[in-house]
């Protein structure tokens, strides 16, 4: 049991340690969800968007339906917005929100939902 314990510290540890390295940049977020390697998706987030809110990508691919916008990547983690996501561009623009969203993609799909991590370019910001 105390070697259990020790792993533990070791561990939470190394992962505070990851944290402070990246304390002032919202892709820390990814952290907040344990089921997912943070570290992945931390790479996924920084070859996506260099960590910017704000981003927008996919302008290329909009399409309108019911007189809505669709189609666009948004956020850190490049969220397309989509019919049935029950999404907006700006809500993907909030970091918290991103993350969340990009959470919910992943249980669905996987590191295989981001095109950074099926080439490999997330592997650069690890």
């Not at 259990?4 to 944290?19: D, F, G, T, Y």
């Not at 952290?31 to 992945?40: A, H, P, V």
């Not at 850190?76 to 996501?85: A, E, Y």
Request: aromatic share 12%.
């Amino acid at each position: 049991l105390e070697d259990k314990i020790n792993q533990l510290e070791v561990e939470l540890q190394a992962k505070a340690e990851r944290k402070q390295l990246v304390a002032n940049d919202p892709c820390k977020l990814v952290y907040d969800y344990q089921e997912w390697y943070g570290r992945i998706m931390y790479g996924i987030c920084k070859a996506e968007s260099k960590g910017n809110p704000k981003a927008t990508g996919d302008t290329t691919l909009t399409f309108v339906k019911d007189g809505v916008t669709y189609g666009m990547s948004c956020g850190m983690l490049q969220v397309r917005v989509l019919p049935g996501r029950g999404i907006t561009c700006e809500q993907m623009h909030n970091p918290e929100q991103n993350v969340a969203k990009a959470y919910e993609i992943w249980k669905a799909q996987s590191y295989q939902a981001w095109t950074c991590f099926s080439n490999g370019r997330y592997l650069n910001y690890i």
